[in-house]
């Protein structure tokens, strides 16, 4: 741990964060002219589980000029978020590093790497297995009266919305791993409040997803599986009782 005389003060702090959020909007911005190139492309991409489950002839619309151009825009900011995702996390792991043993830095890399990629998992989980099931309860509310029409706009929001969701929660057992190993959280503690995990990820989802019973499963059930992932890494990884006290005597000494 950084030795008394060593500690950073508060303004220093807030430079630091200013700089690693400059390094993160760049990111992003190189992410979304990459992606830029390949917008109507990326839309296909997005659209193409609520294509697959509308009904023949039935289409996306726009309904303002504006908002087609717009729709390319956000999808290309969402794109640059994700190819950007490794650079956020870890200028988030490095501003959290100053405060950590000189050990526990060494692991930034290595979550660094986990956390993209369950971040990563997390959005393909919602892309290929929730937006079918989900988007084929909505469709089914249709009638030979009834035809939805849904719009660019509404579309993109809805599911960069639960992309995102589903990339955050899928960051839970590296969140929760790391917390164990910095000696934040101990198994007991995680197998004594599982009860109120499993209220809490039930109530996540509700606010997270749309108001239907299916996607807010469909949530649920991934937290409850990311829960018990963490339970195991917290058991594997956590910190033992030795090197608790060796860190204690580390910190006497400096």
């Keep these: 741990m950084i030795a008394e005389e060593e500690k950073i003060p508060f303004t220093s702090h807030l430079e630091e964060l200013r700089s690693r959020l400059i390094k993160i909007f760049i990111a992003v911005g190189i992410g979304f002219a990459a992606s830029y190139g390949f917008k109507e492309r990326l839309f296909e991409i997005l659209v193409r589980p609520l294509v697959k489950v509308m009904e023949a002839g039935d289409h996306l619309i726009f309904t303002g000029l504006p908002e087609a151009f717009f729709t390319y825009l956000k999808v290309s900011l969402l794109a640059g978020i994700m190819l950007a995702s490794p650079v956020i996390l870890y200028q988030f792991w490095m501003f959290v590093a100053p405060g950590l043993y000189q050990k526990e830095r060494r692991m930034i890399a290595p979550v660094v790497i986990l956390s993209s990629f369950f971040f990563i998992g997390g959005a393909l989980f919602g892309y290929f297995i929730v937006f079918p099931w989900g988007f084929k309860f909505f469709l089914g509310f249709a009638t030979e009266s009834i035809r939805p029409l849904p719009s660019m706009k509404e579309y993109l929001a809805f599911s960069a919305k639960l992309l995102l969701a589903f990339g955050l929660v899928f960051e839970l057992p590296m969140v929760l791993t790391f917390m164990a190993r910095l000696g934040i959280v101990s198994v007991a503690f995680l197998k004594r409040n599982r009860k109120y995990a499993l209220l809490l990820f039930f109530a996540g ?39 608790t006290e060796a860190d204690k005597a580390e910190q006497s000494a400096s």
């Design 205 to 243: 989802a509700a606010i997270l997803t749309p108001p239907d019973v299916v996607t807010q499963v469909m949530m649920a059930l991934p937290l409850i599986v990311m829960y018990e992932l963490s339970i195991i890494g917290a058991r594997i990884f956590g910190k033992k009782k030795q090197e």
